[in-house]
């Protein structure tokens, strides 16, 4: 039970973060995932020293490879963090979920593209479907649904290369936070040089929500982590929808976005194809597997 507990914590704190980027609304979106860039640094590595769990540092160092490979995740991590930021001071919440509730189904076509993975046909129809509703979103709302398409692209292409890499949740972000953070801190450098420091003309609770960008960032991590490792895979895929729905009633209710029958029913096709996927995971976790021999 501990391990649904865990994983649905983290999944719920990643729902309700438009609330703590909208109280950052009055700071610039590119200065905040700067901030907690380098925040997410500085707390990964603290706890990272307290538990002595630095051993595999010098392995890391000694690839370069898998260094570089570090350096992409974290500008594709960047990038959704960015996307996601602005879609929320911007009154998109609605659409950002939209791109988390899609992010399953990129990651069924880039396991075909990249992995050369068999998408089973469940797997097939529900990526049909959900294309069917995000072309009828792109009908009704007169344009793609970018926001959603480019958090989808980003946080799935972020994913799959975190899959193909051979270090835990914790010490991988803290590669991707130690690779970012000289750029953070140059860039935050600049930019508050004019006012006249980092937190130069910011009040205190502006100040604080900055810095707890870092635990905020490292925490729902950690839980995630923990709860993978004692539930079932399909019991963590359906999970992974209460952090989109959150952040979808978030938009409706908590931010007043406007959401329109004919808007809501692209979202009902998705959501359909979200049922078939799950259905088709808990499916073939429920499948009779060959007995060892």
Known sequence: MSGLVYAALAYIAWGLFPIYFHMLARVDAFEIVMHRSLWSFVFVWTALVALRRLDWVPGVVRRPRLVAQFMLSAMLLSANWLLYVWAVNHGHVVEASLGYFVTPLVNVLLGTWVLEERPRRLQWLAVAVAACG???LALTLG???WIALGLAGSFGSYGLLRKTAPLGALEGLAVETAVIAPVALVALALMSAPRGGLFAGMDGATVGWLLFAGPLTAIPLLLFAAGARRITLATLGTLQYLSPTIQFLLGVTFFGEP?????????????SALVIYSADGFL???RPRPAAA
């Open 143 to 145: 344009r793609p649904p």
């Open 284 to 286: 073939w976790m429920r």
């Open 134 to 136: 995000v072309l009828w």
């Open 259 to 271: 959401l329109e029958g004919t808007r809501l029913a692209g979202f009902v096709v998705i959501w």
